[in-house]
C-alpha cells in the first residue's frame, strides 16, 4: 500500500485547507487511517483517525470542532479539511493506513502504541499557518 498526501501550503491564520491522501491496494473500505502531524523538533502528534468501514472520526482535542477527517472510498482518498488554522497547526502532515487493528480510533491517533500500529506512512505535506 502506498499513501500520497497533497493539499498542503501557505495559508493565512483563521483560513481554510483540505488535504488529500491517495491510496493503493484492495482494502481501503476496511482500513483504520489516521493523520498525523509532526513539527520541527517535534514528535509526531496525532491529528484524527477513522474508519473507512464507517463511523465517527476521531479528533485530538486541539482540533475537535476545526478540522474534519473523512473519505471517499471509491475514489481510495482520505482527507482533513482544517478549518479557522492557528499558527500552531503548522507542520508536516503525514497519512497512515493500517488493515487490521484491536486499537479503537482514540488510541490508534493518542497513543505511541497506537502510533506504532500504523503499518503505512505517506511521505507528508506540508502546512505553514502565519
Known amino acids: 500500500v502506498q499513501l500520497v498526501e497533497s493539499g498542503g501550503g501557505s495559508v493565512q491564520a483563521g483560513g481554510t485547507l483540505t488535504l488529500s491522501c491517495a491510496a493503493s491496494?484492495?482494502?481501503?473500505?476496511?482500513?483504520?487511517m489516521g493523520w498525523f502531524r509532526q513539527g520541527p523538533g517535534n514528535g509526531r502528534e496525532g491529528v484524527a483517525s477513522i474508519y473507512t468501514g464507517g463511523g465517527d472520526g476521531y479528533y485530538a482535542g486541539a482540533v475537535k470542532g476545526r478540522f474534519t477527517i473523512s473519505h471517499d472510498n471509491a475514489k481510495k482518498t482520505l482527507y482533513l479539511q482544517m478549518n479557522d488554522v492557528k499558527p500552531d497547526d503548522s507542520g508536516t502532515y503525514i497519512c497512515a493506513a493500517v488493515e487490521s487493528t484491536d486499537l479503537g480510533l482514540g488510541e490508534l491517533c493518542q497513543t505511541s502504541v497506537g502510533r506504532d500500529e500504523f503499518r503505512y506512512w505517506g511521505q507528508g505535506t506540508q502546512v505553514t499557518v502565519s
Open positions: 491496494g484492495s482494502l481501503f473500505s476496511s482500513y483504520s
